[in-house]
């Protein structure tokens, strides 16, 4: 599945754009200043902190979840709470530390109550974490939930589908798998998302 986002990332302005520096920790910062005391959305009437993300610039995986919970929002830290634990047991399963790895959502303050973000918040939020998959040019995403896969891979097939095989975002391979949340509820299906993790392995070897 090709990129065919409705998202267009930020104009980096041509020669040398806005991120003049080949430095990934200098071009997150930039854009972390760029986003600044956000109000593009209704989400901002309702945050505590913008949750950025995190991890490092240099990793060749990158997570990319759905916004953030109560936690994240307190801490302004992505996958902090409960299931930020099964995110971090995942990660470290794989052989890696979480500080290896680097970590975002879709949208970077929380819906209200864990709702759904929706259509107008996502694309309001979308370009960020877009230009952060464009500077980190991570190896492999591992998309985690429906709304990053739909809104990566620009499709409305449902997670259960998606999940198990790669596809592509900017020339990114994306492997889509359950979000932690969704198995702290259904703790059963952890194996499916073990298996998807397996094949990320393979990849990242390549």
Known sequence: MQDKSPHPPFDKGGQGGIYPLPDKDS????????????KRCKLSSGRTN????????????????????????????PFVGEAGTVLTNLIVKMGLRREDVYIANIVKCRPPMNRDPEEDEINSCMPFVQEQASIINPKVIIALGRI?????????????????R????DGIPVMPTFHPAYLL?????????????QKVMEKLKK
């Open 50 to 77: 913008i949750v950025f993300g995190e991890g490092n610039p240099e990793s060749e995986l990158m997570f990319i979840g759905e916004g953030p919970g109560r936690e994240e929002d307190l801490q302004a830290r």
């Open 27 to 38: 071009a997150l910062k930039t854009l972390r200043e760029e986003i600044g005391d956000c």
């Open 185 to 197: 509820r259904n703790p059963k299906d952890k194996w499916l998302t073990w298996g998807d993790a």
């Open 166 to 169: 790669f596809y592509e975002y």
């Open 148 to 164: 990053s896969a739909q809104n990566l891979l620009n499709t409305k097939t449902p997670i259960s589908k998606l999940r198990g």
